[in-house]
């Protein structure tokens, strides 16, 4: 699978974006563990949101809970991460994860995951 993340941009403190990271190949999406990750310079990578293979229990780490929602369109073969309340310390490189054997001890850890996108910068402002 080969996963391209988009939607990034520059937004003030309280405004919102939508990201979105498509997945082609000959990998259906509903077989994948989904992910989105966020890097700053000089930091780890670090988890921000997952979407189970069935899609249907969302994890998010404590930071995001209650402004941040992922979602997917298995017939786009698309996730989404909607980011509401958006602060400055939201700002990052976010990347999306894919792997088809993703397990729950390991749907929050950069090494669960096989399949990257190349990130997209988003950047808020105060």
């Known amino acids: 699978a080969q996963l391209q993340a988009y939607g990034g941009g520059l937004v003030q403190a309280g405004g919102s974006l939508r990201l979105s990271c498509a997945v082609s190949g000959r990998t259906f999406i509903n077989n994948l563990g989904m992910a989105w990750f966020r890097q700053v310079p000089g930091k780890e990578r670090e988890f921000v949101a997952a979407?189970?293979?069935?899609?249907?229990?969302?994890y998010y780490t404590d930071s995001v809970k209650g402004r941040f929602t992922i979602s997917r369109d298995n017939a786009k073969k698309t996730m989404y991460l909607q980011m509401d309340r958006l602060n400055p310390e939201d700002t990052a490189v976010y990347y999306c994860?894919?792997?088809?054997?993703?397990?729950?001890?390991?749907?929050?850890?950069?090494?669960?995951?096989?399949?990257w996108g190349q990130g997209t910068q988003v950047t808020v402002s105060s």
């Open positions: 994860a894919a792997d088809s054997g993703i397990i729950l001890s390991n749907i929050r850890s950069r090494e669960g995951y096989y399949y």
């Open positions: 979407s189970s293979r069935s899609g249907n229990r969302p």
